[in-house]
């Protein structure tokens, strides 16, 4: 038997791997900050305990945010566009380092004259955040 209380789920159009994208903005700004995947269950324990937790498709496990480095992602909102295809998380970013980079966005590079640049600082250095891989 399916759990009502999480029918909504059944709204979401999920990718043929029972995935979705979901972007992370920051709340008060307006700002984006990271794109990652989410699952049926990830989706769902973000919004229980309210804070993110994202489908790695790398590790092929969950991924709270900020498990190892401290940076959680507190949801203020959740959205779902007018597709339903995509999640939008309005969230305040603690520490406020998104990125594994160490820097605020993950979108940090901006195409100048057919070239990527980085445009955003490194906030904290990413061994001092994760150690030394």
């Not at 307006?30 to 324990?45: P, Y």
């Not at 994202?54 to 900020?66: E, T």
């Not at 990125?99 to 990527?116: A, I, K, N, Q, V």
């Amino acid at each position: 038997m399916q759990d009502s209380s999480a029918a909504w789920l059944d709204d979401i159009q999920w990718t043929d791997d029972g995935l979705v994208p979901a972007i992370a903005q920051d709340a008060e700004t307006g700002d984006i900050l990271m794109m990652a995947w989410m699952n049926r269950e990830s989706l769902k324990l973000t919004a229980e305990e309210g804070q993110a937790v994202y489908w790695s498709r790398s590790r092929g496990k969950l991924w709270r945010k900020g498990e190892t480095s401290g940076h959680q992602q507190v949801i203020q909102d959740i959205r779902l566009d007018c597709d339903g295809d995509v999640i939008l998380l309005k969230v305040v970013q603690k520490g406020g380092i998104a990125c594994h980079t160490g820097r605020r966005s993950c979108f940090y590079r901006s195409l100048t004259d057919g070239e990527w640049v980085s445009t955003d600082p490194v906030i904290r250095d990413p061994d001092a955040i994760y150690g030394k891989h």
